[in-house]
């Protein structure tokens, strides 16, 4: 009976109700259909996150001169600074060629430390840039110390649209 | 007659007071649907997988000796498209592999692809592929990995080029 009152004895009140439960309804459609909220983003496969140290293995196995030495046998040697300097020329040009994600500010950097001290660094970013694709290996040395080599992307703005075929 | 529009009134009445409970019910088996079918895109880690497979597998296009698989390492005499028939095989899923030096310049091609997989695959088109643009149905993408590869007697290194069409839906 109340009920009833509600919607034939009292319209003023039904109606606009009615008209505000489809504004809400309007706005929610927008904000889960529209803007895609409350999307897991766990079912996209994210290429930053299945990636693996592929990239670093074959940048240490470039052939830097003709006696076929590769990047990973020079450091492994305790280098002098002019083989070092060789070794960071050719990686910078290969680093070059790398698959960057397109029309964005990013950069592939390499770093190998021993001791935490840096031997070679080839870094480039830009402010609040972020880090991908992170390799890291680990070479031994002839000294028996061991060389820390890594390798990332940094870049600023990056979705992980820009960043699968990498 | 008097009692029969009584019914009817309460009937409306009734139609009325679910009006919103139907409504609402609508809704949230919109939202529940449009969820539970989120479309998975999962060409990306496709494309990902293949180019491990070729690159890291000894029945594949990695270079082994006698005692261990190189891998990154690609042995060009294993580069045809008997080989990449064999190695790696999923039947909405085709691909072309290209090996470059290190200045870009094609060394070895080859694929593994069915007649219409190639007409969507066009190579060496300005546009990244626009027969498998136009069809919603097949994804297309271009994946480039340094790599070394050994020749007969020579090891150098390069790029290789691995296109896939794959069919997503």
């Not at chain 1, 079912?43 to 592929?54: E, I, P, Q, R």
């Not at chain 2, 990995?145 to 691995?162: A, C, D, P, R």
């Amino acid at each position: 009976m109340l009920a009833k009152k509600a919607m034939f004895g009292m319209p003023f009140l039904f109606w606009p109700s009615m008209l505000l439960l489809l504004i809400i309804l309007i706005f929610y459609s927008f904000v889960f259909f529209g803007l895609g909220a409350a999307k897991s983003p766990d079912v996209v496969a994210k290429a930053s996150d299945y990636s693996d140290s592929g990239k670093l293995i074959a940048l240490l196995s470039f052939p830097v001169d003709d006696s076929g030495r590769t990047v990973s046998d020079v450091l492994s040697s305790n280098p002098k600074e002019d083989k070092i300097k060789l070794v960071e020329k050719q990686v910078r040009l290969l680093l070059l060629q790398f698959e960057k994600p397109k029309d964005k500010n990013a950069f592939w950097n390499f770093v190998v430390s021993a001791d935490s001290k840096e031997i070679i660094s080839i870094r480039e970013s830009s402010i609040g840039a972020d880090r991908f694709f992170e390799q890291e290996i680990y070479l031994p040395s002839k000294d028996k110390s061991l060389f820390k080599v890594n390798l990332f992307l940094n870049c600023f703005g990056c979705s992980e649209e820009d960043l699968s075929g990498i | 007659m008097k009692k029969g529009a009584l019914i009817i009134g309460d009937f409306l009445g009734m139609i009325l007071e679910f009006i919103p409970v139907i409504i609402v019910s609508i809704f949230i088996l919109f939202v529940a649907f449009a969820f539970l079918n989120e479309k998975i895109d999962t060409h990306d880690i496709e494309v990902f997988m293949l180019s491990r497979d070729l690159l890291y597998s000894d029945s594949c296009l990695a270079f082994s000796d006698d005692y261990r698989v190189f891998p990154m390492h690609v042995d060009t005499k294993k580069l045809d498209d008997e080989r990449l028939g064999s190695c790696f095989s999923k039947s909405s899923m085709g691909f072309r592999i290209t090996l470059l030096d290190s200045q870009g310049r094609e060394v070895k091609s080859a694929k593994s692809l069915t007649l219409k997989q190639e007409g969507y695959l066009t190579k060496g088109a300005s546009v990244n592929y626009p027969v498998c643009k136009a069809v919603p149905e097949y994804k297309c993408s271009k994946r480039k990995e340094l790599i070394v590869y050994h020749t007969e007697n020579k090891i150098q290194s390069g790029f290789l080029v691995i296109e896939v069409v794959n069919r997503v839906s």
